[in-house]
């Protein structure tokens, strides 16, 4: 089974920087990648998906990049409305299989 | 709008068995792949099973195979997650999630807001 691994775990940064998160899968994956946000108390929302296929309705801050075995998210400009945690899943096979997750705070 | 509503969560006892479904609408249930994945309180996604548009295939996690079952009903638009052999380990949030057409286009683009598990004696 193809394991995922996310870092950093937490993450905290203020109103307009710029924050990245990364995904490593065990083994290549090709672009088969997805990334969610999990706001408090909410369902997981898709943000992007085919590793930087940027879901519709998603602000264009959100962007992604990636293929094989390294990936990441990036969020220009962070807004107050981005504090969740994020997760990326491989799509690639079954089981899929997702991150830990990393938590985003605002300073 | 795309809306799916999960039922059937509740408070069970160890070593017994619960059905979840979940109600779709919004879009045409019989050409998607659906979902099931869990979040125990406090920790990451886990994604369960899926289960095809016309249900010929059934793919499960580790975790679960042998003791959940998915299974769909077109006619109903419904997909239902059959749990037995329930442990503490399995309480956890369960949400359905939509899926692409088939697996080369899979992607969980719209979610349920869940329905809770919670395996207790």
């Known amino acids: 089974d193809i394991q995922v691994t996310q870092s950093p775990s937490s993450l905290s940064a203020s109103v307009g920087d710029r924050v990245t998160f990364t995904c490593r899968a065990s083994q290549d994956i090709s672009d088969a990648l997805s990334w969610f946000q999990q706001r408090p108390g909410q369902a997981p929302k898709l943000l992007i998906y085919d590793t930087s296929s940027l879901q519709s309705g998603v602000p264009s801050r959100f962007s992604a990049s990636g293929s094989g075995t390294d990936f990441t998210l990036t969020i220009n400009s962070l807004q107050p409305e981005d504090v969740a945690t994020y997760y990326c899943l491989q799509d690639y096979t079954t089981p899929y299989s997702f991150g830990q997750g990393t938590k985003l705070e605002i300073k | 709008q795309v809306q799916l509503v999960e039922s059937g969560g509740g408070v069970v006892q160890p070593g017994t068995s619960l059905r979840l479904s979940c109600a779709a609408s919004?879009?045409?249930?019989?050409?998607?792949?659906m979902h099931w994945v869990r979040q125990a309180p406090g920790k990451a996604l886990e994604w369960v099973a899926l289960t095809s548009y016309d249900g010929g295939e059934k793919k499960y996690a580790a975790s679960v195979k042998g003791r959940f079952s998915v299974s769909r009903d077109n006619s109903k638009s419904t997909v239902y997650l059959d749990m037995k052999d329930l442990t503490p380990e399995d309480s956890a949030v369960y949400y359905c999630a939509r899926g692409g057409f088939d697996l080369l286009s899979d992607r969980l683009d719209s979610w349920g807001q869940g329905t809770l598990v919670n395996v207790s004696s």
């Open positions: 919004g879009f045409i249930f019989s050409s998607h792949i």
